[in-house]
């Protein structure tokens, strides 16, 4: 188990803020996740538990323990056209979705660069391309941090949403993840539909793609649009997109025709956050060394040197403009600390 005080997050947050907390805890093991939990139960100290930072800003130092995952481990079991990946929360996401496209266990093809790891996916229910993580999950393995218990948790039961999930509201801080295991198929059923999936793929004159041409190019798509965070510090989308209801998106569409959207249901449309942000001339434009992407205006990067107020203070301009140009109140994907 690694047990450090005063640690310097660098390291561990893609926006490149070097922030610290007042201790650094990281389990290899499920023994070592309940001697956490055991640690967790008789401090008071605030608590935050950590994958890869790829979704996180820290506004300044963090008061308190932080909690990180290394447990590996990638294991198949195949039932049939079946087959359980059963991971260690510490494995970064990526690598599982490689070592699947690999052995022929599809349905993760979408998902292909997704930075962050195992335990983080399940907890936010990472998405792109048509894709979330929710369709894959299995169940979720974790210790309860007040009881040290080990409990499998059903894929049904954690609550999964858009970018969303109990772990995030009524179980956070409740459970360590230690592994989670996705279900997958051996029979390829790729999913072309979204966006320019299909017109990237006719470039390079492909119609029917294997696995492994749909996973590259979903990274190169990802590649063209997302800055590398080893090069400018970023953490992904910084907002989520917008809902909103059909009277309201039917307003706003006789106002600007030209606005992209997505029905999500009935009466439910959602608004491509980078459109407004767009809209409201912050593509490109920098407060400071923090700065809204100039290829992707749902990204905000770190320009260098940027401590996480001056990332808060950019997010927060673009909310207000937003909200006066448009009338929505757009909210950070990225968990701010
Ligand atoms: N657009 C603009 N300006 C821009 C960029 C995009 O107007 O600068 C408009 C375009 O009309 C485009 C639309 O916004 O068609 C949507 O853009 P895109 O397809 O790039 O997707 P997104 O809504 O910006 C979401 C996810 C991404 C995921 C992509 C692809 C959220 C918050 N973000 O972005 O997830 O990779 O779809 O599926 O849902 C992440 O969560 O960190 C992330 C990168």
Redesign the pocket.
Known sequence: MVDKRNYCLLAHNTFGISARCNRFLEYESIAEAQAIAHILNISTEPLLLLGAGSNLLLKADFQGIVVHSAIKGIAATTNGDEVIVRCGSGELFDDVVSFCVKHGYHGAENLSLIPGEVGASAVQN?????SEVKDIIDSVEAVNCNTGEVVTIACADCGYSY?NSKFKHEWKNHFLITHVSYRFSKIFQPHLD??NIRLALAKNNIINPSAEELRQTIITI?RE??PDPKVLGNA??F???PLVDKHFFKRLLALYPAM?FYKVEEAVYKI????LI?QCGW?GRSLGPACVYEK???VLVNLGGAKGSDIVALCNAIVNDVERKFGIVIHP?VNIV
């Open positions: 990472i998405g792109a391309y048509g970018r979204y966006g990802r649009k997302l992904g989308s907002f989520m997109n992209p491509p956050a980078a459109w767009e593509k992707q205006a749902l994907e």
